[in-house]
Protein backbone atom coordinates (compact mmCIF):
# COMPACT_ATOMS: atom_id res chain seq x y z
CA UNK A 1 0.00 0.00 0.00
CA UNK A 2 0.96 3.91 -0.57
CA UNK A 3 0.68 6.04 1.80
CA UNK A 4 0.31 9.69 1.94
CA UNK A 5 -0.04 12.10 4.66
CA UNK A 6 -3.79 11.79 4.91
CA UNK A 7 -4.44 8.60 2.75
CA UNK A 8 -3.53 4.55 2.40
CA UNK A 9 -3.81 4.31 -1.13
CA UNK A 10 -4.21 1.03 -3.06
CA UNK A 11 -1.31 -0.88 -4.34
CA UNK A 12 -2.49 -0.61 -7.76
CA UNK A 13 -1.65 3.37 -7.61
CA UNK A 14 2.23 3.09 -8.84
CA UNK A 15 4.35 5.57 -6.75
CA UNK A 16 5.36 7.30 -10.36
CA UNK A 17 1.24 7.69 -10.78
CA UNK A 18 1.34 9.54 -7.20
CA UNK A 19 4.29 11.18 -7.99
CA UNK A 20 3.11 12.94 -11.21
CA UNK A 21 -0.13 14.01 -9.68
CA UNK A 22 1.59 15.59 -6.40
CA UNK A 23 3.30 17.09 -8.85
CA UNK A 24 0.85 18.33 -11.75
CA UNK A 25 -2.11 19.01 -9.54
CA UNK A 26 -2.19 22.80 -7.92
CA UNK A 27 -4.69 21.71 -5.23
CA UNK A 28 -5.00 19.05 -2.67
CA UNK A 29 -9.20 19.04 -4.25
CA UNK A 30 -7.62 17.98 -7.92
CA UNK A 31 -5.04 14.86 -5.80
CA UNK A 32 -8.62 14.00 -4.23
CA UNK A 33 -10.42 13.76 -7.72
CA UNK A 34 -7.30 12.05 -10.01
CA UNK A 35 -7.21 9.51 -7.03
CA UNK A 36 -10.87 9.38 -7.19
CA UNK A 37 -11.00 8.32 -10.75
CA UNK A 38 -8.33 6.11 -10.99
CA UNK A 39 -9.68 4.03 -8.19
CA UNK A 40 -13.22 4.13 -9.83
CA UNK A 41 -11.41 3.45 -13.03
CA UNK A 42 -9.79 0.57 -11.51
CA UNK A 43 -12.86 -0.58 -9.70
CA UNK A 44 -15.35 -0.34 -12.98
CA UNK A 45 -12.80 -1.58 -15.45
CA UNK A 46 -11.22 -4.50 -13.66
CA UNK A 47 -12.88 -7.31 -15.37
CA UNK A 48 -13.94 -5.69 -18.79
CA UNK A 49 -10.56 -4.47 -19.18
CA UNK A 50 -8.32 -1.18 -19.82
CA UNK A 51 -10.62 0.96 -21.86
CA UNK A 52 -7.68 3.15 -22.26
CA UNK A 53 -8.73 6.16 -20.77
CA UNK A 54 -6.33 9.16 -19.51
CA UNK A 55 -6.39 11.89 -16.70
CA UNK A 56 -3.94 14.35 -17.94
CA UNK A 57 -3.61 17.07 -15.10
CA UNK A 58 -2.91 20.55 -16.15
CA UNK A 59 -4.44 20.56 -19.36
CA UNK A 60 -3.22 23.37 -21.93
CA UNK A 61 -5.76 23.46 -24.94
CA UNK A 62 -5.81 26.76 -26.83
CA UNK A 63 -5.01 29.56 -24.73
CA UNK A 64 -6.52 27.91 -21.65
CA UNK A 65 -5.35 25.28 -19.07
CA UNK A 66 -7.98 23.12 -17.68
CA UNK A 67 -7.48 20.98 -14.23
CA UNK A 68 -7.96 17.58 -16.16
CA UNK A 69 -8.26 16.38 -19.77
CA UNK A 70 -9.90 12.63 -19.89
CA UNK A 71 -8.43 11.59 -23.18
CA UNK A 72 -8.27 8.06 -25.23
CA UNK A 73 -5.53 6.13 -25.87
CA UNK A 74 -3.76 8.40 -28.26
CA UNK A 75 -4.48 11.04 -26.15
CA UNK A 76 -5.50 13.36 -28.94
CA UNK A 77 -9.04 12.48 -28.51
CA UNK A 78 -10.50 15.08 -25.69
CA UNK A 79 -13.94 13.17 -24.10
CA UNK A 80 -14.25 15.90 -21.08
CA UNK A 81 -12.12 18.63 -19.14
CA UNK A 82 -12.72 18.71 -15.49
CA UNK A 83 -12.03 21.53 -13.67
CA UNK A 84 -12.24 21.50 -9.25
CA UNK A 85 -13.38 24.82 -8.47
CA UNK A 86 -12.29 25.53 -5.13
CA UNK A 87 -13.17 28.52 -3.55
CA UNK A 88 -9.89 30.14 -3.20
CA UNK A 89 -9.27 30.35 -7.16
CA UNK A 90 -12.57 30.80 -8.74
CA UNK A 91 -15.36 33.16 -8.44
CA UNK A 92 -14.37 35.00 -5.96
CA UNK A 93 -14.07 38.46 -8.30
CA UNK A 94 -16.82 39.02 -11.09
CA UNK A 95 -13.25 38.48 -13.35
CA UNK A 96 -12.74 35.50 -11.74
CA UNK A 97 -16.53 34.28 -12.49
CA UNK A 98 -15.85 35.75 -16.24
CA UNK A 99 -13.26 34.38 -17.01
CA UNK A 100 -14.33 30.58 -15.84
CA UNK A 101 -17.83 31.49 -18.17
CA UNK A 102 -14.98 32.28 -21.32
CA UNK A 103 -13.14 29.24 -21.10
CA UNK A 104 -16.23 27.26 -20.66
CA UNK A 105 -17.87 28.44 -23.87
CA UNK A 106 -13.99 27.94 -25.63
CA UNK A 107 -14.60 24.61 -24.39
CA UNK A 108 -18.08 24.11 -25.87
CA UNK A 109 -17.37 25.52 -28.48
CA UNK A 110 -14.37 23.54 -29.79
CA UNK A 111 -16.78 20.37 -28.91
CA UNK A 112 -15.12 19.49 -25.19
CA UNK A 113 -17.69 19.11 -22.57
CA UNK A 114 -17.02 20.29 -19.22
CA UNK A 115 -17.48 19.14 -16.18
CA UNK A 116 -17.30 21.47 -12.90
CA UNK A 117 -16.76 20.26 -10.00
CA UNK A 118 -17.03 22.45 -6.30
CA UNK A 119 -14.48 21.99 -3.87
CA UNK A 120 -17.23 20.37 -1.45
CA UNK A 121 -18.42 18.24 -3.67
CA UNK A 122 -15.24 16.50 -4.19
CA UNK A 123 -14.05 16.86 -0.35
CA UNK A 124 -17.53 15.07 0.46
CA UNK A 125 -18.25 12.67 -2.90
CA UNK A 126 -14.38 11.83 -4.78
CA UNK A 127 -16.22 8.70 -6.05
CA UNK A 128 -19.14 9.61 -7.21
CA UNK A 129 -17.58 12.37 -9.09
CA UNK A 130 -15.39 10.29 -10.68
CA UNK A 131 -18.23 7.94 -11.45
CA UNK A 132 -20.00 10.89 -13.20
CA UNK A 133 -16.81 11.91 -15.25
CA UNK A 134 -16.65 7.70 -16.14
CA UNK A 135 -20.42 7.22 -16.80
CA UNK A 136 -20.47 10.27 -19.01
CA UNK A 137 -17.49 9.59 -21.23
CA UNK A 138 -19.06 5.57 -21.53
CA UNK A 139 -22.22 7.10 -23.49
CA UNK A 140 -20.86 9.82 -25.71
CA UNK A 141 -17.89 7.71 -26.47
CA UNK A 142 -17.24 4.59 -28.11
CA UNK A 143 -15.79 2.82 -24.93
Avoid at 13 to 19: V, Y
Wanted: proline share 4%; glycine share 6%.
Amino acid sequence: MVVTETAVLPDYISQATLETLTRECESPIEFKLGIAFIIACVSRYEERGDPGLFLIPQYEFGHYRFDFAVTGENQQNIYLFIECDGHDFHERTKEQAAHDRQKDRFSQINGVPIFRYTGSEIWSQPDACAHQVLDFVERFSAL
